[in-house]
């Protein structure tokens, strides 16, 4: 996939999932929120121009140190996120301003990787930026989901947001 296509992907995926997560939701719990990241996953990890052909060693630490910063944002942004469950049983989600400043802290991560991608002179691939949106997603889910698992049950619901 071309380089402008995958950044616009990662662009509007970014905006769909910031402004969904912003908002209260349901807690995907049929499975569906694994969807998303896998597609984004394979999409990426397709692409043959992942790593830089020239000098594959520094491309694979750079696209090994976003992952490093995907999984601890990933990590961060669903320890961020308020869960609480209503009286009918359901759960529901949303971020908060820690969450926001969680994705704030990646962008400028990923900006500084970029940076030193070209200082190194390395092709970088919009593939790369995919594969950490889709990282990211899936640990967020893990996350959110394993907390969501250890809330009180449904006669004793939390407080909303």
Partial sequence: MPVLANAALVVAVTVLVLRRQMCARRLDSEGRSWLLPLLLGVVALRDPQLLDRRDTAWSAALVGAGLLAVLAAGSVWGWT????????????????????????????????????????????????????????????????NWRARALEPP???????
């Fill in 81 to 144: 996120v308020r869960i609480w469950r209503e009286s009918d049983g359901t759960l529901w989600t949303r971020g908060t301003r820690a969450t926001a400043a969680a994705w704030g802290g990646l962008v400028a991560i990923r900006f500084g990787l970029f940076g030193i991608g070209e200082a190194l002179n390395l092709r970088q691939s919009g593939s790369s930026l995919l594969l950490g949106l889709a990282v990211l997603l899936l640990v967020r889910t893990g996350v959110v």
């Fill in 155 to 161: 006669g004793r619901a939390a407080v909303p947001c």
